[in-house]
């Protein structure tokens, strides 16, 4: 007898969630019906669609990972239970980025569709050619892509570290920048760009991969990687270095900020994923999402 | 009645007022009670010197406590934009601007879990530890750090009891927490340091890892709340109190110095002033030993009283509290037919001058019972002669008087001492007085100039001799108004009422009254009479 109340007390809130539930889209749906159709071409055809196609290029962390990396992550972050998206080629995906997706898609209320691309530098030709509306993986604005591409308000502040294992060899970033150290970096980055900018005198070694690159200052094949600052964390959280990265003078070189990148010619969705970053922060939402990976955002001084 | 001679009867001290004086003494000289009294006074200088020391360590840790609420108090306002976007750049904006402040050590930033999102720690304090072979600064106060934030985000309340409670504190953090707690319990009003920060905890209990109290660091924390009072994360701010820690050394090397001085003082003053107050109560003792010698060497009632028709009544009222020395005598010849009376007055005052006095006494007897034969001047000169042979003795002064109790014949010689009446019939007149010549060299013993007195004792009639004591040298004759005491003892003569020595002793207490000075001093009455009354 005891046993089927609290059984009878659990249908009826079940029952109460699921009315709510879909009478929270309908409330939504009716709201809507008072606003005009958007004059956002993007947003017109999410609308018509009903779905939001999110350009990602996995392998940045914690931004997006798929399939092991994407366990790997989760694992490291202790959120197994967290759910893991299905990329449109199949693979599975998880990260702060696909959280930040989901998040838009679910304010639009439409569908998420994520597409994956290998390559980083083909992920705003994606954008270009219409495939995708609006690309997210940790990409950081820089007056170089603002000039093709048009970017939100940023939701995550980042940037460049100079990082290295022998933090008393490299007090500076004179000892760094001498002919005779070898400087790794990842190609067609940012930290690239600060490296040849900073660094000229010093030799310079270029990876395509994240992975590689900390890889070769744990082989001491390079003495200093230039990477942003959540990069060298991921390293040493996935072991990718024997030990602790100290990074030379203690701060980052550059500030980057990392925003939703989208196509030139429709500010009025920009300003719309503006708004959702704003929506995000004030709410507490991104401070919630952002402390299931807080093990690569904080920052130890 | 009173015995001749003697001063009339005191008034019989109550029992408690014996008690109490015995107590007192017994107190004065007890070396235990001296012992407790200079173990309170120091007790309580230390208690006094402490607190004050004490106070001003208060006052340099209050400084940093109120800089590290303040410190927090306006970072949580600031940094609820940056934890909400988990931005380390303003986080490290805002801490930047702490670590011009050279006790900052330490800056933390938590999510509302607790969980670490931007720290920074000074350099030279990273160093600092490493150099003492100390864990790192995160891994040595990580489990108080976040027992703390957890504290604060579940229970204010309960982690300002549990800090306020710890046992890991020092010496002076327990006095004040003592103190607090009397205060609260006498106060209701007084509220706790704590209480009054709001939501930003202190925390200067922390511990080392034996479990000591840790006085390197304290620290300040509080939440980051939004304007909707939700809570967003931790904000923490350490300090390093190594230049706390030296002024507060500083302060207490010099409250030792002070405390150590004021003690030696005490100890000092306390023993210097106990060695003069035994020596003044053995005095004191030494004094009231000679007043009863001289009591003692009085005259008796036998020699007193109405004998071979002359009536002698004396009162001798001592000086209180001082030894003036002033005593009499009389002596009878073997038929009774003449009186000597002598009345010896040493120069000063004190056991020596008492001594003197005695001594001559002593030897005036000894000399009449060896029936010698001297005119009073010589005699004077022989007591002279023996005060003189005492070493480092003063002059006496002397009064000799020979009536013949027959005819009333009055021969004698006096110094500068006391006065004479002879009161019959209402008058009063003193003596003929004749100054004897002063020789080439001074009497020795004796204090000049002397007088040969001659007279004749009426019959009625009444000789007043009122001495009061000499004390210092000076001519005591001035000091006491022979007539107006004459006046005064006719005037109770024709009441008729009472003995002679009843009006002896109503003499000396009145002319005690009219003498200046007159209770540090002894008072003789002397009344001779003759025929009627007598």
């Known amino acids: 007898m005891d046993d089927k109340r609290p059984r009878r007390r659990d249908f009826g809130l079940a029952a109460l969630g699921v009315c709510v539930g879909l009478l929270l889209p309908a409330r939504r749906v009716c709201a809507d019906a008072h606003l005009p159709p958007p004059r956002s071409p993007t947003l017109l055809r999410i609308r018509e669609s009903r779905k939001l196609r999110v350009g990602m290029c996995p392998g940045v962390s914690p931004f997006i990972l798929a399939e092991a990396e994407a366990d790997e992550l989760l694992r490291l972050a202790g959120q197994e239970k967290t759910q893991k998206r299905r990329a449109d080629d199949g693979r599975m995906v998880a990260g702060l980025d696909v959280d930040l997706a989901a998040f838009t898609a679910q304010g639009l209320g439409v569908e998420l569709e994520i597409a994956l691309c290998d390559k980083f530098e083909d992920l705003f030709l994606t954008l270009g050619k219409d495939q995708v509306d609006v690309v997210l993986s940790g990409v950081s604005r820089t007056l170089a892509r603002a000039a093709a591409l048009s970017f939100s308000a940023p939701y995550l502040v980042s940037g460049q570290e100079v990082l290295t294992r022998e933090p008393a060899r490299f007090a500076s970033l004179k000892e760094v920048n001498v002919a005779r150290v070898r400087v790794g970096v990842e190609e067609g980055t940012t930290g690239e760009s600060f490296a040849r900018r900073t660094l000229p005198l010093a030799r310079l070694s270029r990876y395509v991969r994240p992975d590689d690159l900390f890889r070769a200052l744990e082989g001491k094949q390079i003495d200093i990687a230039v990477a942003d600052g959540l990069l060298g964390r991921d390293a040493v959280l996935r072991h990718l270095v024997g030990g602790p990265l100290s990074s030379v003078e203690n701060r980052r070189f550059t500030s980057e900020q990392i925003a939703f990148a989208t196509r030139q010619g429709d500010p009025d969705f920009t300003e719309y994923l503006s708004l959702v970053v704003h929506d995000l922060k004030v709410s507490g939402h991104f401070h919630l999402l952002a402390h299931r990976y807080n093990l690569w955002l904080r920052t130890e001084r | ?534």
């Open chain 2, 1 to 534: 009645m009173s015995r001749p001679g003697h001063p009339e009867k005191e008034k019989e001290k109550s029992p408690f007022t014996a008690w109490r004086e015995r107590l007192a003494d017994r107190l004065a000289r007890s070396s235990r009670v001296f012992l407790i009294g200079l173990l309170l006074a120091c007790g309580v200088e230390v208690v006094v010197d402490w607190n004050a020391t004490l106070k001003e360590i208060n006052i340099l840790r209050g400084g940093m406590r109120q800089r590290g609420l303040n410190y927090v108090s306006i970072l949580a306002k600031a940094a609820v934009e940056p934890t909400l976007s988990y931005d380390a750049d303003a986080m490290d904006n805002l801490s930047s601007g702490l670590f011009s402040d050279e006790d900052v050590a330490y800056v933390r930033f938590t999510d509302q879990r607790g969980t670490l999102l931007y720290d920074r720690l000074r350099p030279s304090f990273r160093d600092l530890l490493k150099q003492r072979k100390e864990p790192p600064f995160r891994e040595r106060y990580a489990t108080q750090m976040e027992r703390d934030i957890d504290g604060i985000l579940t229970d204010p309340e309960r982690l300002k009891t549990h800090i306020r409670m710890s046992r890991h504190r020092d010496f002076a953090q327990a006095w004040n927490d003592t103190v607090a707690a009397l205060a609260s319990r006498l106060s209701r009003n007084a509220a706790q340091p704590d209480d009054r920060a709001g939501p930003v905890v202190y925390q200067d209990r922390l511990r080392k890892t034996d479990h000591t109290h840790d006085a390197e660091v304290t620290y300040a924390l509080g939440d980051i709340e939004d304007e909707r009072n939700e809570t967003w994360g931790v904000v923490l701010v350490a300090f390093s109190m190594e230049r706390t820690n030296a002024a507060i050394q500083h302060k207490l090397v010099k409250g030792a110095g002070m405390l150590v001085f004021f003690i030696g003082l005490i100890l000092v003053q306390n023993v210097l002033s106990r060695r003069d107050k035994l020596r003044l109560l053995d005095l004191e003792v030494q004094k009231r030993g000679a007043r009863a010698a001289i009591l003692a060497a009085l005259p008796g009632q036998s020699e007193t009283g109405a004998q071979g028709g002359v009536t002698i009544a004396a009162v001798l009222k001592q000086a209180e509290g001082g030894v003036d020395g002033l005593l009499w005598d009389v002596q009878r010849t073997a038929d009774e037919g003449r009186v000597e009376v002598l009345v010896i007055d040493p120069d000063g005052e004190g056991v020596a001058a008492a001594a003197t006095a005695l001594h001559v006494l002593a030897t005036f007897r000894q000399r009449c019972t060896q029936g010698a034969q001297a005119t009073p001047e010589e005699e004077v000169r022989r007591l002279g002669q023996v005060a003189a042979s005492l070493p480092l003795s003063r002059p006496v002064g002397l009064l000799l008087l020979r009536i013949d109790g027959k005819s009333g014949e009055i021969q004698g010689v006096s110094g500068p001492i006391g006065g004479l009446r002879l009161i019959s019939e209402g008058s009063r007149v003193p003596l003929a007085e004749t100054p004897i010549q002063a020789g080439p060299e001074p009497i020795p013993g004796v204090m000049e100039p002397l007088f040969r007195l001659a007279g004749t004792l009426p019959s009625p009639g009444l000789l007043l001799l009122i001495f009061a004591g000499t004390g210092r040298s000076e001519d005591a004759r001035r000091r006491v108004d022979a007539d107006a005491v004459a006046g005064y003892v006719g005037r109770e003569r024709r009441k008729e009422k009472g003995s002679l020595q009843e009006l002896a002793a109503d003499t000396a207490i009145w002319a005690r009254g009219r003498v200046a000075g007159g209770s540090t001093r002894d008072v003789l009455a002397l009344i001779l009479a003759r025929g009627e009354g007598a």
